[in-house]
Nanobody, 125 residues
Framework: EVQLQASGGGLVQAGGSLRLSCTFSGFPSADYTLGWFRQAPGKEREGVSCFRDDGSTYYADSVKGRFTISSDNAGNTVYLQMNSLKPEDTAVYYC???????????????????WGQGTQVTVSA
């Protein structure tokens, strides 16, 4: 059974920090990476961060220097450490399996058709 769960969101003041977690299991053996996405109210979903095939990382320009993606040793949990949060970071954050393209993470619909619930991050001014 495929399981994917993003957690760790909450309400924080501007300048604060949060660490999101994404636990996953049951995916078929395949070449994919876990990426972080977010969708703010009234805006399209955007890619935030992912691991490239060579082990390097991608970050959207808007979060560079503030967010850090990491994973546990077992590779079953991916984290997104978010520091110096800004009100414009307010969004529902999602994780999903896919590829880490030069332009950011892309979800593989064949691995995960629906986005899931995500975790709400709200940053107050």
């Amino acid at each position: 059974e495929v399981q994917l769960q993003a957690s760790g969101g909450g309400l924080v003041q501007a300048g604060g920090s949060l660490r999101l977690s994404c636990t996953f299991s049951g995916f078929p053996s395949a070449d994919y990476t876990l990426g972080w996405f977010r969708q703010a109210p009234g805006k399209e979903r955007e890619g935030v961060s992912c691991f490239r095939d060579d082990g390097s990382t991608y970050y959207a320009d808007s979060v560079k220097g503030r967010f850090t993606i990491s994973s546990d040793n077992a590779g079953n949990t991916v984290y997104l450490q978010m520091n110096s949060l800004k009100p414009e970071d307010t969004a529902v954050y999602y994780c999903a399996p896919g590829q880490c393209s030069p332009y950011g993470p892309r979800k593989y619909d064949w691995l995960l058709a629906a986005w899931g619930q995500g975790t709400q991050v709200t940053v107050s001014a």
